[in-house]
Each structure stands twice: as structure tokens, then as C-alpha cells.
């Protein structure tokens, strides 16, 4: 994994030094395009990155593993814009937080340390995820009902924080969202509070057993083992992107609360029905967001192994 990890640090540093040369900026600072000579920031974790595999050192590995993953931040929400915007506005910003990420994995797959098999290599089942964990997981779903209960008042017409159904709506096509997303709040569907069932689902599926084998009711696949990396890929993409997203949403919104700063009111009637939302918004994406990196390291480290789990029974 070495080789491809070094020829992704060459494919990563050129394209920090074509963006750099050409002045398009890869990092935002807000709503807005950051400073373009922050690029090379792109080449510099490129570097360090290549510097690292052929050191061998586990902990420069790992460093530059972190470093590549702060680049990567934001994939998520162009993955979330790419289905539902009119399209990105920062192909360029996209494009490199894509790349990071793959460095991300490449990187960790190059640092990790051999460790003695799980219990998935022996054939036995794994353990379940501990009553703990199982209660973060809850609490962390817990945390997207307020926020989906919002959007979907919003959807249906209803009025919430001083806005209307009809002023969201018109918000929305004012902000350029894309026609799918305008449908389904056109028949009372937020497309939102659909991605929220769907972390929900995701978030147990890690922690209950149904995330080991496919169940009954999944027609074609009963009965089947879940490929390791299909809950997981999207959990640590979640995880990386909505807890610190969500955490330093959370502090902002506290410095508002406590009048530190003023929060933008934006398309709200008032700074507070902002503030009020941003709660629940931003709180719904931190707790989630760390309760999904708790469920996420469980199901890695209950499913280590290279043989298939035992049949677990789908519920």
C-alpha cells in the first residue's frame, strides 16, 4: 500500500501546485473563497505525506494521515450538494477534498500496526456492540428528530423560528437548489430530514446485528455478510465531517447566545429564530456526528478479520 500511497502524494502535490500556479483557491473562509496561496498548504501536506511513507515512521505516517484528513473536510457536503444543488461552485475545492481523502485512507492503510485477529477471522461471530455504545448510538439518533421535525413543519407548509413553508421555499429556489430537491418539498418531503433517516439508519446498522448480515427483509441478500466497508466508509465520512462541523457550530452558537457575537439572521425574520435553529441544526450534527464515530470504531474493531463472520441471526 506504500507504492500507492507515494504516487497519490505526487498526484496530490501537482495538483496543490497547478491550483496554487493558477490562483484557484481550494479552501473557504466562510461562505467564501479563501486566499489562494493557502494551496500550497495542499503541497506542503503532499510533501510531508511522501516524506513519511519513505521514513517508514508510524508516527509521521499518522501525522500526515490527520493532516490529509483537515483537507478532506467538506466532502461530505459536496457529496450532499453534487445530489441535490445545482451543481458545485468549486469543482477545484471538490475535486481536492476527493483526493484528500483518498490520501486519508492510503495513508492509514500504510501506518496501521498488525494486530492479532478479531474475531471475524476466526469464524466466530462478533461480539455485539456493548450497552454503552449502544446508547450513544441512540442518543446520537435522537439528536436528528428535533432537527427533522423542523424541516419537515417547514415542508409541509407549517411556520417554525418565524418562517414559513412558503418563504423557505422561495429561499431555496432564490439560493439555487435543484429542481429534485424543490420536488420533494413540493409533495412535503425535505430531502434533509430524508438524509437524517438514512444516518439514523446507518448508525444502527453499525451497532445492532443486522450490520453483519444482511436480514430477512433485505429481498436478494438474506443471509449474506455486509461488505466491511459499506457501513463503514459512510460512517467515517459522516463522523469526520458532521462532529467537527457540528462542535464548532455549537460553540459559535453559545457565543451567540451569550451575545459574544452577533449570529447573521440570514433569510430568518429575526438573529434569534437563526439562533434557535442553528441549536438545533448544529447540536443534531455534533452529537450525531461523535456518536457515529463511537459506533463506527466499534463495528472496526468487532469485525477486524479476513474470514467470514458466522451467521448472526437478522432482526
Known amino acids: 500500500m506504500r507504492p500507492a500511497a507515494l504516487a497519490w502524494a505526487s498526484v496530490y502535490g501537482g495538483f496543490g501546485v497547478v491550483c496554487a ?24 501536506v503532499a510533501g510531508a ?24 473536510f467538506g466532502l461530505l457536503m459536496d457529496v450532499v450538494t453534487l445530489l441535490f444543488g445545482e451543481g ?46 449502544r446508547m450513544v448510538a441512540w442518543a446520537g439518533a435522537l439528536a436528528f428528530v428535533p432537527y427533522a421535525a423542523m424541516k419537515t413543519v417547514w415542508a409541509t407548509g407549517g411556520t417554525f ?24 418539498e413540493s409533495w412535503g418531503v425535505d430531502a434533509t430530514a430524508l438524509l437524517a433517516a438514512l444516518g439514523i439508519f446507518l448508525i444502527f446498522g453499525l451497532v445492532y446485528p443486522w450490520g453483519l448480515r444482511f436480514p430477512r427483509w433485505a429481498l436478494g441478500l438474506r443471509g449474506r455478510r455486509v461488505p ?13 465531517t458532521l462532529a467537527p462541523y457540528g462542535i464548532a457550530g455549537v460553540g459559535y452558537a ?25 441549536w438545533i441544526g448544529l447540536g443534531a450534527f455534533g452529537l450525531y456526528g461523535v ?13 477486524r478479520g479476513d474470514r467470514p463472520v458466522a451467521s448472526v441471526p437478522g432482526r
Open 254 to 278: 453559545a457565543l451567540g447566545t451569550a451575545g459574544v457575537v452577533t449570529v447573521p439572521r440570514g433569510d430568518f425574520p429575526t438573529s434569534a429564530d437563526a439562533l434557535v435553529v442553528s
Open 291 to 303: 456518536a457515529l464515530a463511537v459506533a463506527a470504531r466499534s463495528y472496526w474493531l468487532r469485525t
Open 161 to 184: 423560528a418565524g418562517m414559513d413553508g412558503a418563504r423557505m421555499l422561495a429561499a431555496a429556489r432564490r439560493n439555487g437548489t435543484s429542481g429534485l430537491w424543490l420536488t420533494l
Open 21 to 44: 500556479s493558477t490562483r484557484t483557491p481550494l479552501f473557504t473562509r466562510g461562505p467564501h473563497p479563501g486566499p489562494a496561496g493557502l494551496d500550497w498548504a495542499v503541497v506542503a
Open 49 to 72: 505525506a511522501a516524506a513519511a511513507v519513505l521514513s517508514r515512521a508510524r508516527a509521521l505516517l499518522w501525522g500526515a494521515c490527520g493532516l490529509s484528513a483537515v483537507c478532506a
Open 88 to 133: 458545485m461552485d468549486g469543482t477545484a475545492a471538490a475535486s481536492g477534498h476527493a483526493l484528500a481523502a483518498t490520501g486519508t485512507v492510503l495513508l492509514a492503510v500504510s501506518a496501521r500496526r498488525p494486530r492479532p485477529a478479531g474475531p471475524a477471522a476466526t469464524g466466530e461471530p462478533p461480539a455485539p456492540a456493548s450497552r454503552r455504545v
Open 228 to 240: 466491511r466497508w459499506l457501513p463503514l466508509a459512510p460512517a467515517l465520512l459522516g463522523a469526520a
